[in-house]
């Protein structure tokens, strides 16, 4: 473990210097493609814009004779492309893979400075998130990189899920972590075939009632446990949660309602996988305008944050003032990249305070 003292120190001469706190960056959706996937590719310049975070995928999903052209397709891809203020990740292959270190070299190396962060999967423990800073910090150096790449890990093994503190705290490039439910769901040997979302045997089931009359059930979501345990990590360690990929794609309204539990339990995004999931995450993790308007009026009435008042029946002080600052705050940074979600979150605020 590094002294504290040296945490934010460069791990290699040349280096960019640390970045001290995660910058928010709007990252609703992360949008997988597969960069050795001529229709995918070809689509990538009408879809950028709409997405906050694009992701040239390396590892699984793409067939391990096509993990040379994927890596070369990003590259190609990267330096044509200029992104504007969408955010270029990518997910490289795992640190036990023959490919893991030729994506890091070649991608750093020729593409460095477009890319954002570095996902990476399969997480163990720090040490891998060690591995990857050292590396990268030398590989920035040799390409003269002016800012330090960024570090998301996939929550997806059980040592991941045991040691999931201390990845999110093992580097100030940590920038996040999501969600892997299928290999963490293989890797647990938990018993569900399915990408995410709930299963209808995972319920339970009302009391009897004494006679023969039957018994509701209630679903209950399979990854709540997981996907609590990563936010405190994350919020912790002051790095940003995500629900990683829900598969069923033609099951939109169930990817909602996963997409959903994961932003209210605080998450600030997920992957989307298809084009059609763009627009869920999109909704799900912009607040809805009328909640935003609330947030705004109570903190109005709050004045410095201290105190207890009622609003329309409700009780709201200190904390409640800043579960509000939390809603408005990230309101302000998506409307900042977003003018409809800004008109929409504005005219909800007029039509509250008017009514005042
Ligand atoms: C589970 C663990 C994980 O690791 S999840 C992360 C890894 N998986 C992925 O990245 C999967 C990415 N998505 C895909 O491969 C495809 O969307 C899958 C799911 C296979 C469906 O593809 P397909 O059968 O072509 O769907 P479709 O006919 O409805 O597609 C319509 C057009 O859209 C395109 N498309 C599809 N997905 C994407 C995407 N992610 N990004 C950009 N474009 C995409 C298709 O190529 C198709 O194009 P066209 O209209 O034929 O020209
Ligand atoms: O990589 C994602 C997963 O669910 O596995
Ligand atoms: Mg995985």
Redesign the pocket.
């Known amino acids: 473990m590094r002294s504290p003292k040296d945490f934010f120190r460069p791990l290699a001469v040349g280096a960019p210097q640390p970045v001290r706190e995660v910058p928010f960056r709007p990252s609703r959706m992360i ?4 960069p050795s ?1 001529p ?6 310049p009408d ?1 950028a814009p709409t997405v906050d975070v694009l ?1 040239g ?1 390396l ?4 067939a391990a004779d096509r993990k040379e052209a994927a890596r070369a397709g990003l590259v190609e891809i990267a330096a044509k492309a200029d992104f504007g203020d969408t955010q270029l990740w990518t ?1 490289i292959n795992s640190l036990d893979s023959p490919w893991a270190l030729d994506d890091l070299l070649t991608l750093v190396g020729a593409v460095g400075h477009k890319l954002d962060v570095v996902m990476v ?1 399969k997480v163990e423990g720090a040490q891998d998130i060690h591995y990857v800073d050292r590396l990268l910090a030398q590989l920035e150096a040799k390409a003269g990189l002016e800012r330090p790449i960024l570090v998301h890990a ?1 929550l ?1 093994t059980p040592s991941g899920m045991a040691n999931v503190e201390e990845i999110a705290g093992a580097s100030p490039r940590m920038q996040g972590i999501s969600l ?4 963490l769901a293989a890797s647990r040997r938990m018993k569900t075939t399915r ?2 979302g709930g299963h209808p045997g995972y319920l339970v089931r009302q009391d009897p009632s004494g006679d023969d009359a039957p018994r509701a059930t209630f679903q209950q979501d399979l990854w709540h446990y997981t996907v609590a345990r990563m936010v405190d990590a994350c919020a912790a360690h002051g790095i940003l949660p995500y629900y ?2 829900f ?1 069923d ?1 033609k099951d939109t309204l169930a990817c909602e309602d996963q997409f959903r539990n994961a932003f209210l339990l605080g998450c600030v995004g997920a ?6 999931q763009i627009a869920v995450a999109k909704r799900v993790f912009s607040p809805e305008p009328g909640e935003v308007a609330w947030a705004r009026r109570v903190m109005a009435a709050m004045g410095d944050g201290t105190g207890a008042v009622m609003i329309d029946g409700k009780m709201q002080d200190d904390a409640t003032f800043k579960q509000c600052r939390v809603v408005a705050e990230l309101a302000d940074a998506l409307a900042a990249r977003d003018p409809e979600l800004r008109a929409a979150y504005d005219a909800a605020t007029t039509a509250v305070l008017d009514q005042e």
């Open positions: 949008h997988f493609f597969d996937n229709k995918m590719a070809a689509k990538v879809i992701l995928n590892e699984d999903a793409v997910r999967p996939i997806e892997g439910p299928a290999d990408v995410g990683g990929p598969g794609i992957w989307s996988l298809h084009p059609v």
